[in-house]
């Protein structure tokens, strides 16, 4: 029990082409749950599956028991489900303020929308300066802390991360680790991709291995750390 | 040639413009939105005259209350239409869409020529005249360029200040990413075509006030959005207005040095060297 999100034997892919084949996953709520692996395993496949954006072919999605598979990206959205895209993905002809006002679009999240935009703004301070900018004007950081507030907005139960790290200089990068310690703090469900795997092996509870589009190697991060093959592959050691 | 002629006959142009403004508008809104060529907006445009010919002679509106209600009614075809002929092919080559929206035209026309043969109609209506200098200015003239005006203020408040309007900027940005963010996208393109085909219907409900119109007026008005579009900048609906003025100022201007019938050539001598010299339009989109 406690699960959140679940997965059930799930299979996809693009066309004809086959990604993933039969993963299960679970999170937990309340924990940080990471899912690694190298180019092309699949991990961004998998994250578009769990919200629809490419069609799961067999197997099951459940949010709190209730099975999802086949519910469109903007029901998810409503249901709680938020993921922060690869690449930011943000309305750069918008203002940093309207990203943030686009991000709280389902109806439950609008009604707590003024605090939450401050809670945006007090955890990125120079969104608040720039609010009034539009966000194709930011630098890559700064577009990466609004993709994330923008993700905060929807009231998230589960907040996803595809690669958040990904074009970011290291210090921007370890501030990106506070952020997301901070959300852990305060008990937001996380699932988050990431190709720095030390670093989110440090923050995260549990890990998922892809390898090849199949579920290799599952664990808490603590023992999945310490596996050799995850060492030798992912950390380098 | 007085002074006074030709500044009657600029002001007569540029009233013109904002009309013409709005009708690119539409055509610009949908590109801007969804990366459709709407083939079928110069058929909407004549609907939209024949929508408010209907409304007049049949059951005896007021003019400008029968543009409020084709402009309404372009809003619910809009929907319709994108429905059935534009959605299922959305992310299909562009050829695709414009065969789909060059049906829609050919059905609009083929069906309208049935109904109402190409012989030309007017609306009769007056709303007498101003005199500046020797030359006069049509009421409707100036009706019409208000209204256009009043439109183009009501879209820009609605983009800007109003959820659903910004959602629409978010979806013409980035679909995807508005999807994510629980924006109905589907829904949203719908409304989009719809606001394009009021604006292209409701354009033509003014211009029906001015100029006598057949079922195949629609073309020229078309072409006409089409040059807007590009001296404005596709997927910019401010910069449609104002490539509607230039439109204008040229239609007024060149009949004081010239024959008429070179005025569209001049217009597409400048559609040709925008396109060269600045693609982006003279004001560039967003993008």
Redesign the interface.
Known sequence: MGSILELQNVSSGYGEVQVLWDISMKMEEGKLTTLIGSNGAGKTTTLRTIMHLIHPWSGKILFRGHDITNKSAHLKVALGLVLVPEGRQLFTNMSIMENLEMGAFSDKARKKMEGNIEKVFELFPRLKERRNQKAGTLSGGEQQMLAIGRGMMAEPDVLMFDEPSLGLAPILVQELFGIVDRLKEQKLTMLLVEQNVHLALTVSDYVYVLTSGRMEIEGPAAEVQKMDKVKKAYLGI | MSINTLAASIIDGLLIGFVYGIAAMGLTLIWGVMEVINLSHGALIALGMFGALLAVQSFGLYPYLAFILVAAFGLVLGIIVYSIAIHRILDAPDLTTLLSTFAVSMIIIGAGTAAFTTSPRNIEFSLGSVNVGSSIILGTKVVAAIIAIITTVLLYLFLYRT?TG??I??V???R??????????TKILALSFGIGTLLAMGSGALIATLFPFTILSGSTYELKSFVIGVLGGLGNPAGSLVGGLILGFIEGLIPNFMDTSWTPVIEFALFVLILLVKPQGLFGS??
Do not use: Q, V
């Open positions: 959820r910004k959602s900027r978010a013409a940005n980035n995807a990413a508005a999807e994510l963010m629980g924006i109905p996208s967003e993008e």
